[in-house]
């Protein structure tokens, strides 16, 4: 499947009055010479792994994720003869995803929290959106790996996610295994933050080492909140600037919803 290039124009919600007392995006420099409120060029590759029942190279700036769907008869133990199905996901980075080599974590013998953090992120999200009576007892595994950092792995992860489970249920609907998805909804997710007291969306690698606070934000396509994460990294932040940042995320995430949607039209 071609790679599918994506530049949305969404209309942005209506901007609070914390979001106007940030400075105007023509004030600002950021190092790819984006608007405050602009995303990162987003890509779309579906069915980049042939061999998987979703698969999708999820490109955002220079990050890169490829996540890859599997969908298993069974469920874990503890949820047998239940009626209902399950779904999880891991996550990883390649070696050299980084600017060092990073060794790998079977070298290590043990998952580092940081993954195990972000694997359970990654999970507890896609499950907010499948009906899980709906999937029957079946397991869908969601292998998040990450092939170049940039910032905003986990949030790329979240998203391609998205799109990679998409696709393998509508599998078992074609395949006339299901006789509708049991995918309630997409969801996408990215990072906003404050860097140098101003608020920037979609943080890069430069931007997200030196943010004075650090927000990952997880929204559905209704407009549902599924996971806030805000850290103040330096110094705290008011509500006043929460409200601006979640303002900033959704305008983000209608945007990457959208360009979702194109990805999954173009598979099929």
Not at 9 to 14: E, M, R
Not at 100 to 121: F, Y
Not at 131 to 141: N, P, Q
Not at 153 to 167: K, P, Q, W
Request: glycine share 8%.
């Amino acid at each position: 499947m071609s790679p599918i290039s994506l530049s949305t124009s969404v209309p942005a919600p209506a901007q609070s009055s914390a979001a106007s007392s940030t400075a105007a995006p023509s004030q600002l420099f950021r190092p790819d010479g984006r608007a405050a409120d602009a995303l990162r060029p987003v890509r779309f590759t579906p069915g980049f792994v042939a061999t998987a029942e979703g698969s999708v190279l999820i490109e955002t700036g220079n990050t890169r994720v490829l996540c890859n769907a599997t969908i298993e008869t069974g469920v874990p133990g503890w949820m047998r003869n239940s009626g209902r199905g399950w779904v999880t996901a891991e996550y990883g980075m390649l070696p050299r995803a980084t600017l060092t080599r990073t060794p790998r974590e079977s070298e290590r013998g043990k998952v580092g929290g940081r993954t195990h953090e972000i694997q359970r992120l990654i999970g507890r999200s896609l499950r907010a959106v499948v009906d899980m009576k709906a999937l029957g007892e079946r397991t869908v595994i969601l292998d998040c790996d990450v092939l170049q950092a940039d910032g905003g792995t986990r949030t790329a992860a979240i998203t391609g996610a998205s799109v990679a489970l998409a696709l393998a249920l509508g599998k078992l609907v074609a395949a006339g295994t299901l006789k509708t998805s049991p995918l309630r909804q997409m969801l996408a997710a990215t990072s906003v933050g404050i860097v140098d007291g101003n608020i920037l969306l979609d943080l890069a690698y430069e931007e997200d080492s030196r943010a004075d606070v650090d927000m990952n934000v997880v929204m559905l396509a209704d407009g549902g909140l599924v996971e806030t994460q805000a850290t103040a990294e330096r110094v705290s932040y008011s509500r006043a600037q929460l409200t601006a940042m979640l303002d900033y995320a959704e305008k983000g995430i209608r945007e990457l919803l959208a360009a979702q949607q194109t990805a999954l039209a173009s598979a099929v």
